[in-house]
């Protein structure tokens, strides 16, 4: 299969596997990449903080897929204690498949999560990092793969995030960078595949890793992130500003899942092929220099696993 050619026609089926999917939000990138799971048989499970959202979501899956198995794991990746309650119900789920980590905040103003970490870095990173090797055994039962949407704003940050994740100083000091902070949790996420997908590796644990990034999609995210909601007001313009100017979040889904479901080599990053990869179909690309940086990978990896308390694989 050439990789500028991918469609969801390429997609294949699903049934007998159980995806979990993080930011499962209502018509954005983790509800579009459920429901084609579910459409071709997968057991989706729904991952977010909110029970009533979920809901939401596993209802609209289940309107376009009648008989769609879709159940619900609540965890909030801003608080390292609800992933761990998160991951213990989990255990319940059996092998796993594919996690999809989407969930995420970009733009956030400044601010700290009861663990002490920055709110765009623990949400992009740190959380979704305990999450995963939380998992990990459910996945390698699955001889599965772990999919960690990034972004091209990964390219935003000057260098990986490798200081004190505890100390206000590495996040500006006085004058909080928001979109370079949010830059470097984004650059997390693919030094994070490609160390995740080493250690497997080396470890002979059966579980591959893969990034994708949706390009310009038009999601709540952006009025999310900087208003803490997507209607009312200045927040209904940012997001109608944003939505008239990018492709659907249904077309922003579609390189996680070619990196959820296409024959791929692991530490694979997918994203759009248009202009700038902000639009189009998905196909393989690669990350700036600081994303292909073993030697940061390794050190953020060290980091996390400090930070986290927890070591794998």
Same mark, same amino acid.
């Given at each position: 299969? #050439?990789?500028?050619?991918?469609? /969801?026609?390429? !997609?294949?089926?699903?049934t007998g596997r159980t995806v979990v999917v993080t930011g499962p939000s209502h018509g954005g990138l983790g509800h579009r990449t459920a429901l084609e799971l579910a459409r071709r048989g997968a057991r989706v499970v729904l991952a977010g =903080?909110?029970?009533?959202?979920?809901?939401? %979501?596993?209802?609209?899956v289940r309107d376009e897929v009648p008989g769609a198995e879709v159940e619900r794991l609540v965890v909030d990746l801003a608080d390292l204690d609800s992933v761990r309650r998160a991951g213990e119900e989990a255990t319940a789920l059996g092998p796993l498949h594919v996690l999809v980590n989407n969930a995420g905040v970009m733009g956030t103003r400044r601010s700290r999560t009861r663990d002490g970490l920055d709110l765009q870095l623990a949400t992009n990173h740190f959380g979704?990092?305990? /999450? %995963?090797? +939380?998992?990990?055994?459910?996945l390698a039962a699955g001889e599965g793969r772990v999919v960690t949407v990034s972004s091209?704003?990964? =390219?935003?940050?000057? =260098?990986?995030?490798? &200081?004190?994740?505890r100390d206000p100083a590495e996040q500006g000091g006085r004058r909080y960078r928001t979109w370079r902070? @949010?830059?470097?949790?984004k650059l997390a996420n693919l030094l994070f595949t490609a160390e995740l997908d080493r250690r497997c590796r080396e470890a002979g644990v059966p579980v591959t890793a893969l990034a994708a990034h949706?390009?310009? *999609? &038009? %999601?709540?995210?952006?009025? $999310?992130?900087?208003? &803490?909601?997507? #209607?009312? &007001? !200045? *927040?209904?313009? +940012?997001?109608?500003?944003?939505?008239?100017v990018s492709q659907s979040a249904a077309a922003g889904a579609w390189p996680t899942l070619m990196a959820a479901t296409a024959d791929l080599p692991g530490g694979s990053y997918v994203g759009p092929s248009g202009p700038a990869e902000?639009?189009? !179909?998905?196909?393989?690309?690669?990350? $700036?220099? +600081?994303?292909?940086?073993?030697?940061?990978?390794?050190?953020?990896?060290? /980091?996390? =696993?400090?930070? %986290?308390?927890? #070591? @794998?694989?």
């Open positions: 299969m #050439s990789a500028t050619a991918w469609s /969801l026609a390429d !997609v294949p089926d699903q =903080r909110t029970p009533a959202k979920l809901d939401e %979501t596993a209802d609209a979704p990092f305990l /999450l %995963t090797g +939380l998992l990990l055994p459910q091209q704003a990964h =390219r935003l940050a000057r =260098r990986a995030p490798l &200081g004190d994740p902070t @949010y830059g470097q949790s949706p390009g310009f *999609a &038009g %999601t709540h995210l952006a009025a $999310n992130g900087r208003f &803490g909601r997507a #209607s009312g &007001g !200045v *927040a209904s313009v +940012l997001d109608a500003a944003v939505r008239a902000a639009r189009g !179909v998905p196909r393989l690309t690669t990350g $700036n220099s +600081l994303a292909r940086d073993p030697d940061a990978a390794r050190e953020l990896w060290r /980091l996390s =696993r400090r930070t %986290t308390g927890i #070591s @794998y694989p």
